[in-house]
């Protein structure tokens, strides 16, 4: 069945970068629409980045210029780099999946994602 596996969380200071990977398997990774969410204490879920099976981009203004998304096709990896983190980025960060062609446009719908990930902390203190 479909699996996937965050890891790469911890704690940081702020300004500090961090690099999180999510490993898929059990299904056709290479054709899937990916995207990573995270989830703060008593707020709802909310979308960081998208990126489509051709490598097309989408990202929450809050994190462009600071958070990049990739994949490796080669080896069902997803990632997220993130630089410049913030107070306000700690959250459980989350990544999911979907198989479509349509995308990117959902960077701000975890309700298009039927597959998830169990999660990784992410802590950035001040």
């Known amino acids: 069945q479909t699996q996937l596996v965050e890891s790469g969380g911890g704690s940081v200071q702020a300004g500090g970068s961090l690099r999180l990977s999510c490993a898929a398997s059990g299904y056709p990774y290479s054709s899937y629409c990916m995207a990573w969410f995270r989830q703060a204490p008593g707020k709802e879920r909310e979308g960081v980045a998208a990126?489509?099976?051709?490598?097309?981009?989408n990202y929450a203004d809050s994190v462009k210029g600071r958070f990049t998304i990739s994949r490796d096709n080669t080896k069902n990896t997803l990632y997220l780099q993130m630089n410049s983190l913030k107070p306000d980025d700690s959250a459980m960060y989350y990544c999911?999946?979907?198989?479509?062609?349509?995308?990117?446009?959902?960077?701000?719908?975890?309700?298009?994602?039927?597959?998830w990930g169990q999660g990784t902390q992410v802590t950035v203190s001040s």
């Open positions: 990126i489509n099976s051709g490598g097309v981009t």
């Open positions: 999911a999946a979907r198989l479509s062609v349509l995308c990117t446009p959902y960077v701000s719908r975890p309700d298009m994602f039927p597959y």
